[in-house]
């Protein structure tokens, strides 16, 4: 009786560590996913592939109007965390995607849902209209 009960105890046991592990693990990617995931050539088709509802942020660091939506980048991916995943792919640095993209103009962001490219905004936009036109897809 009490080897059953010193089983039961030890099952139940293992069993709340699996889950506390689980719960671990899916607030830490949660976390990481609160700010913009830097993208390149290697990881972009990973990235977008891997989540329902990707924002690439097409940049370069010489880009004065790319400098002004990172801010909002930024506060998008912090309140659509969960929800929305947003990379920052450097031009300059990855050809490879902005030439496959075709990105003549920067910034440009770039909106996957399920892996297909389902919209395209180029320019330094207001917030409101950036969040009308990525929450649409949600």
């Not at 924002?55 to 909002?72: E, L, R, T």
Request: glycine residues 4%; charged residues 30%.
């Amino acid at each position: 009786m009490k080897k059953e009960k010193d089983e039961e105890l030890e099952r139940i046991r293992q069993a709340k560590l699996r889950e506390m592990m689980k719960k671990s693990r899916s607030i830490e990617e949660e976390a990481v996913m609160n700010e913009p995931v830097e993208v390149t050539d290697s990881t972009f088709s990973e990235t977008v592939q891997n989540h329902p509802l990707v924002v690439i942020d097409c940049w370069a660091a010489w880009c004065g109007p790319c400098k002004m939506i990172a801010p909002i980048i930024e506060e998008l991916a912090q309140e659509y965390a969960g929800k929305v995943v947003f990379g920052k792919l450097d031009v300059d640095k990855n050809q490879a995607v902005s030439m496959q993209h075709q990105i003549m103009s920067i910034p440009t962001l770039m909106v996957f849902r399920n892996g297909k490219l389902v919209d395209k905004i180029v320019g330094a936009l207001p917030k409101p209209v950036l969040e009308a036109r990525i929450t649409r897809y949600l």
